[in-house]
């Protein structure tokens, strides 16, 4: 880019002890949905990251000691700020995102604002157990406090919803912080740190690093001084960091990926079914981990549903993420897209049968969108159940829709991938419903609806779906330390 060109980037610097510090290397960030460089992140390494953990260790005593009413203040105060400047934040996530606005606005946003204010209210109404032992002349009881410096590592789908996911209940519980976004979306990150001060949030209580995983977040998971890290991401880079982790025994909570089912019963109510499991499987752009990626009908209704299904998804256009009217936006990147196709193009290989979207119909962009990272949502039938686009995480707008017989069988075959995170099942039957939620290998199962959330309920997976959980209950387990204590009287 020319000098003139470059003058109007972005520039991020990282968020360390209450101030913004330049750094001495930047990286490119691209706005997805125009594919030109629109920002630049900084390229943090080992000693960022040693300056930021020193920060948030020296904070940790005096945070750790303030009340929780204290730090649910400061937390209301901090969701206020956020929520106050939300057309602003909404606006920047979607442009480094590729996201929709209205996504962004009526999602993304919201969520971040309320989980700061959830955790502020949770976090006054934990209580500690207490038991005697009246023979023994014995009370015991139990004591929870906050560990010290949690790493938290997050992804860029969803990126200040599932940020501050993980930074309000591990500030709320008395942590400090040191956060590590995508380097592919760090500006709402960036944005929030500016609010930080004003919500009195003492310096070095949340640090933020920007920069890859392979430096950044090697350099915090390797730390000898953050005992916890929380992961949302990809399985494989799950994997590194239980490696990495495991000479300090960290503590570990992590969320990955999903292969989630959607299974479609002949007597589901399908007015309610297919708009649903059309927003399950293309809402925001498919990328998120509790998307629909494998559509089960049972064959009495399968090519009715097949119909219907495709005309639905056909209503979805893909475009210019602030324009009101479009349902799509652009993919995170050029790479994630070109990897996105070349499912598509292996199901056509295999001889699937692409009904709509990519390579099918034609996408029409504005001039302004030409060479973003655009993809019409895609459905494919007649994927065998081995084929990669039935069993590997896809995280694009490709769903595949495929007949079952009976409800044995279909248990057998939603089983059958590696991931276990979320289910959807479709049924008028009270009974059935509850039988096939109770045998699905999935951490989430919603019935007859899509992604509806209480913060207050585990979050999470099962298989190479991820370690742990996240809730009102689980995250204030994962964010304290637990000692029994014993008193002879």
């Known amino acids: 880019p020319t000098m003139a060109h470059s003058e109007a980037l972005l520039v991020l610097e990282n968020f360390i ?21 629109y920002c630049r992140v900084p390229d943090s390494g080992k000693e960022e990251v ?47 995102q590729g996201k929709t606005l209205k996504f962004a606005r009526t999602v993304d946003i919201p969520r971040a604002v309320h989980n ?12 500690t157990e207490c038991t005697e032992m009246p023979a023994l002349g014995c009370v015991h009881y139990t004591s929870r406090a906050p560990v010290g410096v949690a790493g938290l590592i997050s992804p860029w789908n969803l990126p200040l919803y599932l940020l501050t996911w993980k930074i309000a209940p591990a500030i709320a519980c008395g942590n400090t912080v040191v956060a590590k976004p995508s380097e592919m979306t760090s500006v709402t990150a960036w944005m929030m740190c500016k609010l930080l ?20 977040g090697e350099a915090l998971v390797c730390h000898p001084d953050v005992p916890l890290i929380s992961f949302t991401g990809s399985t494989l880079t799950a994997q590194r960091i ?6 300090h025994c960290k503590r570990l909570s992590l969320e990955l990926g999903g292969k989630n089912p959607a299974i479609v019963f002949d007597d589901a109510d399908l007015s309610q079914c297919i708009p649903t499991t059309v927003r399950s499987s293309f809402a925001n752009q498919g990328e998120i981990c509790l998307c629909t990626s494998r559509i089960f009908v049972q064959r009495g209704i399968y090519s009715e549903f097949l119909k219907r299904f495709v005309v639905e998804t056909k209503k979805w256009n893909a475009g210019n993420p602030s324009d009101p009217t479009v349902d799509v936006g652009a993919l995170i990147s050029k790479e994630h897209l070109e990897k996105v196709r070349n499912y598509v193009k292996k199901a056509q290989a295999e001889g699937a049968r692409v009904l709509c979207g990519e390579g099918v ?29 039935m069993q590997e995480e896809i995280f ?10 009976t409800e044995e069988e279909v248990i057998e075959r939603a089983n059958g991938v590696k991931y276990g995170l979320a289910a959807t099942v ?15 290998q999935s951490g989430l199962v919603w019935t007859n609806c899509w992604l509806v959330r209480d913060l207050n309920l585990p979050f999470g997976g099962m298989k190479a779906s991820g370690i742990g959980r996240e809730g009102a209950k689980d995250s204030y387990e994962f964010f304290t330390e637990v000692k029994t204590i014993t008193i002879k009287h």
């Open 17 to 37: 002890d209450g101030k913004f510090v330049p750094c001495s290397s930047y990286i490119d960030s691209y706005n997805p949905s125009t594919g030109d460089v």
């Open 50 to 96: 040693e300056a930021a953990v020193k920060a948030a260790k020296d904070a940790f005593p005096l945070w750790s000691s303030r009340s929780p009413l204290e730090r649910s203040q400061i937390l209301n105060k901090l969701a206020d700020l956020i929520e106050h400047d939300l057309e602003a934040f909404a606006q920047a996530e979607s442009k480094d």
């Open 116 to 127: 700061f204010r959830f955790f502020a209210s949770s976090i006054l109404h934990h209580v």
């Open 197 to 216: 001060g004003k919500a009195g949030v003492p310096p070095g209580v949340v640090n933020v690093v920007f920069g890859t995983g392979a430096k950044a």
């Open 242 to 247: 239980v490696e990495k982790s495991a000479p």
């Open 361 to 389: 119909d034609s996408l029409a962009l504005p001039p302004g969108n030409q060479k973003g990272y655009f993809m019409l949502p895609t459905v494919i039938a007649e994927v065998k159940d081995e084929s990669c686009c």
């Open 396 to 405: 694009g707008p490709v769903t595949c829709v495929v007949a079952f017989n």
């Open 426 to 440: 479709w049924s008028r039957d009270v009974g059935r419903v509850h039988r096939v939620a109770h045998r699905l």
